[in-house]
């Protein structure tokens, strides 16, 4: 074998490997994609009324246009199935896959493997929307959306807004900064939470279940507004998924190499802070989501953005829709809050995953 | 000489029969049953030498109770929430529900503090520590709220006034007994209590609310669970009540269980809705175990069975 024979072999396996690595994590797209029809399959079989799985196909499999299996089941079966599980189950998705997404992309930007969704304290600017929206004496009489959501977003919105505002020097934010202003906002906002909490009287209750996070009462027009934000942020992150690689160099190396470093930075904290505000103004504040599947998935998969937005999308959409039926489904006619649900199965699951694959360095 | 002095023996001695006879009549009137020992609700035993004058009490059925035995001039204590009948709002405040505040109670000097349950772990034994005396009432039941009425008029000598106001109340509970008791299974209809529409929890088979439904000739759909669960829509349209009551009282009319039970689409489609079968009940009326309870078992006879 001359030099270049063994040259044009070298070159060859780089490109072959490089299709198995791209093929296999194509697989594993359409895998998750499947797995996230499963996991639809399954949450709208399962509930706390005693509906059976068979009349629950019936009434999913009228939708298709031109089949009519539901003619002989109750009104109140059919309103379970399409009116309070699917939208539930679907909100479930979209937020588990909007916290994902923000999660991974979080980690990318800050090159911290303890970056979640709500770094930027927009968790606490939300509850504290949430919580002023739930003392007010009045409430927004608007069509799907309360007085709630709109301030809980607001707040995050708001939050984010400040640290970013407050963590700039000149033309640049330098990540450290934009960390520690965001811990002492949340630290901040939270007190004022929690000052409000105490003076609460019977409102307690309410708020600190809403806190907690959960989606019961999730209906229709919420998925309705939900589902835009989601898409259009999701996916203006994804068309980030070449500068958000090149970008785990260090920043200056980045920039050398021809990315808008301040210019991606901005863009991205925009869109993840958006889907991020919009998932938990309905919902409340659900944690682990954001910060074990991006993981996770790193590491299965590897850390291509290419393959990791959209793999933590499908797998935050999956985790949070079972997560979800446990919640509604263990404790019988009881609701266990759903964020004590994704830390109780996702911790251990993420320590497994870390003994498992000790090659991986941070 | 010695007639004169016959005469004045029969005298003094009628005098002196006449005093004593009144003066035990007087003494039968200032101390009643007093001093006695009681076994209040939590199984403590308080001992009262003499009706107290200042009368402190931490909860709202409390207060109710004191101001229906005709004991309200007594009363120099009330917690914030207190606020039946219209003069207890006129009263020193010492706290919230769980949050008494200890130095005031103490500073008000009273001689006899009303408490519940939700004092025992910690009130209870400061208050005690202060050497002050403490008649806990823990009702569960109808039973118990006629019995924490027969407590409090004995700890406070007001014994008549309670034993009329528990016949009065007994009176009217066997009234919608006889009206309900006979009715078979069929024609008790189902009943959703609402206490709050977000999060939508209600009351379970252990409550207070419970016996009260059930004594309307009603069934509480969540009577086999306990406590105040909260609970997934999807259940109650499994459960399809015939009957919706919610609470009101709290929140604005806008955000009511009222509200949320008449406007939710998905409610829709169960018997209640499709009757007509929804109302409200003051959340203070059903849920202050004192003397109200029976206008609340009234009202819920009429909304659960209009026809009776």
Redesign the interface.
């Known amino acids: 074998m001359t030099i270049e024979d063994s040259g044009h072999s070298h070159l060859a396996k780089i490109v072959w490997e490089r299709v198995i690595y791209r093929r296999r994590r194509l697989y594993a797209v359409a895998g998750l994609f499947l797995l996230l029809w499963l996991a639809i399959g399954l949450a709208s079989s399962l509930g706390s009324a005693q509906v059976s799985p068979v009349m629950v196909w019936q009434v999913l499999l009228s939708l298709l246009p031109g089949l009519n299996l539901s003619s002989n089941i109750p009104d109140t079966v059919v309103t379970i199935v399409l009116d309070i599980r699917l939208p539930r189950i679907l909100l479930a998705g979209l937020v588990g896959a909007s916290l994902a997404t923000a999660g991974a992309t979080y980690q990318g930007l800050f090159r911290n493997p303890l970056a979640d969704p709500y770094l930027l304290g927009i968790a606490q600017g939300a509850g504290l929307g949430a919580t002023i929206a739930f003392l007010l004496p009045f409430s927004l009489a608007a069509t799907a959306l309360g007085l709630i959501p709109v301030l809980a977003f607001a707040g995050a919105i708001l939050s984010a807004g400040i640290v970013y505002a407050v963590a700039r020097v000149g033309k640049t934010v330098p990540m450290t900064t934009l960390i520690l202003a965001g811990v002492a906002l949340g630290a901040f906002l939270a007190s004022i939470t929690s000052y409000l909490l105490v003076s609460s009287g019977e409102q307690l209750h309410s708020i600190v279940l809403w806190l907690m996070g959960g989606l019961s009462l999730s209906h229709w027009g919420e998925v309705k507004i939900l589902l835009p934000y989601i898409l259009v942020g999701s996916l203006i992150i994804h068309l980030y998924s070449r500068p958000l690689n090149i970008m785990q160099l260090d920043e200056e190396q980045a920039q050398q190499l021809g990315v808008n470093v301040e210019r991606v930075k901005l863009i991205l904290l925009f869109a993840a802070t958006l889907i991020t505000a919009a998932a938990v103004c309905f919902v409340g504040i659900i944690g682990f989501v954001g910060i074990i599947v991006p993981h996770a998935i790193r590491l299965i998969w590897g850390a291509d953005h290419h393959f990791l937005l959209p793999l933590s999308f499908l797998g935050g959409a999956s985790f949070l829709i079972l997560a979800d039926m446990l919640a509604r489904t263990v404790m019988g006619t009881a609701e266990v809050p759903v964020g004590i649900i994704t830390a109780f199965c996702g911790a251990p699951f993420f320590i497994y995953l870390l003994r498992k694959r000790k090659r991986v360095i941070f | 000489m010695l007639k004169t002095a016959k005469y004045l023996l029969v005298w003094l001695l009628f005098l002196a029969v006449l005093s004593v006879s009144l003066l035990a009549c007087e003494a039968d009137e200032t101390k009643t049953n007093l001093p006695a020992e009681i076994i209040d609700q939590l199984g403590r035993t308080v001992k009262l030498e003499k009706p107290p004058e200042r009368i402190i009490s931490l909860a709202p059925s409390n207060t109710e109770i004191l101001f229906a035995l005709r004991l309200g001039e007594r009363v120099v204590g009330v917690t914030e929430y207190c606020d039946f009948p219209p003069q207890a709002k006129e009263k020193e405040v010492v706290g919230?529900f769980s949050t008494p505040d200890i130095e005031k109670i103490v500073s008000l000097s009273p001689d006899l503090i009303l408490a519940t349950s939700m004092h025992q772990k910690s009130v209870i034994p400061e208050l005690e520590r202060h050497n002050l005396t403490v008649l806990a009432l823990a009702p569960k039941t109808l039973a118990d709220i006629l019995e924490s009425i027969t407590l409090i008029g004995r700890a406070s000598g007001h014994v008549d006034e309670a034993k009329e106001l528990v016949e009065k109340m007994q009176a009217r509970i066997d009234r919608v007994k006889s009206l309900t008791a006979g009715l078979s299974l069929q024609d008790r209809p189902t009943v959703f209590y609402i206490v709050?529409h977000?999060?939508?929890y209600t009351v379970g088979g252990d409550q207070l609310h419970n016996e009260v439904i059930e004594l309307a000739g009603g069934e509480n759909i969540?009577g086999d669970?306990s406590g105040f669960?909260?609970?997934?829509?999807?259940?109650i349209?499994?459960r399809?009540p015939g009957v919706i009551v919610t609470s009101g009282g709290?929140g604005?009319a806008?955000?009511s269980p009222l509200k949320w039970a008449t406007s939710e689409?998905?409610l829709k489609?169960?018997e209640a809705l499709k009757r007509g079968s929804v109302y409200e009940i003051d959340a203070e009326t059903i849920g202050r175990p004192g003397p109200r309870i029976i206008e609340a078992i009234e009202a819920m006879l009429r909304f659960i069975h209009p026809e009776l």
Request: proline share 12%.
């Open positions: 919230g709050w977000d999060p939508l969540f669970i669960p909260t609970v997934d829509l999807e259940v349209l499994e399809n709290h604005s806008e955000n689409p998905r489609v169960t």
